[in-house]
């Protein structure tokens, strides 16, 4: 009864959000800050775990591909594939919704404890939209621009270290990745990306925005936010995955 009690506030939530705002400006420069937030402030994190994820992905493919009857190019497609179709969108949504999650969970949660959100209903504004919907369009905007990039630094990554362990030459390497090349793999991780934004955004700011307690109850919700992302985020996955592909 609880997670249908959670569900039905979630959506209850997007009641109201998308009205005329009172102030353009005013929005327009929360929207800003909150893209600087979640997109900017995580091009550090993304790059390194996507250029590291992709220098593994060749070295452990090099090492299960033992037969010398396959051709080295197939490390090169395998790795492209890998980290655009599930690496760069799965797991860079995974991290930032420790990240970026907790970050939305904790700080609405902090105004909801200490009765920010409070009075500014008291003004007459709508704190939904004001709040809440610049986080969720600044991460549907940025987040796949960040997936995007994880994949350029994750099949770098892949070349890098595929040339500095000897494992494959990055000539042979860079014809790999052009070797039977299906773009609509592209599109199939951006659809994803897109999906994993909005789950990323929307479900932490649901639990920091109901927040009822103190200190201690605004821990709890980033962590459980953070939980219930990630849980979806893999459900979201499969899903997807299994009517797309």
Known sequence: MKILREFGQYIKMFNGMFRMPENK???????????????????????????????????????????????????????????????APTLTCIVLAGVVGSKIASELGNM?????????????????AYLILPKILAGVLTIPLLIVLAMALGILGGRLAGS???????????????????GYNVFFALTKSFVFAFISTSVPAFYGYHVKGGALEIGHASTRAVVVSCVLLLLADYVLSALLL
Do not use: H
């Not at 090099?62 to 395998?78: E, F, G, H, R």
């Not at 959100?117 to 007459?124: Q, R, V």
């Not at 500095?164 to 390497?173: F, K, Q, R």
């Not at 990745?177 to 299906?182: C, K």
């Open 164 to 182: 500095a362990a000897g494992i494959i030459d990055p000539s042979i390497y860079d014809n790999g990745l052009l070797m039977d090349f299906n």
């Open 112 to 128: 909801r404890v200490s009765e920010q959100i409070d009075a500014l209903e008291i003004m007459g504004i709508n704190t939904k």
């Open 25 to 87: 400006s005013m929005y327009w420069k929360q929207f800003m800050l909150q893209c600087n937030d979640i997109g900017v402030g995580s091009l550090g994190i993304v790059g390194i775990i996507s250029f590291f994820i992709g220098a593994v992905s060749t070295v452990q493919t090099a090492y299960q591909l033992v037969s010398p009857i396959i051709p080295k190019t197939t490390i090169a497609q395998i790795v492209r594939d890998t980290v655009i179709l599930e690496f």
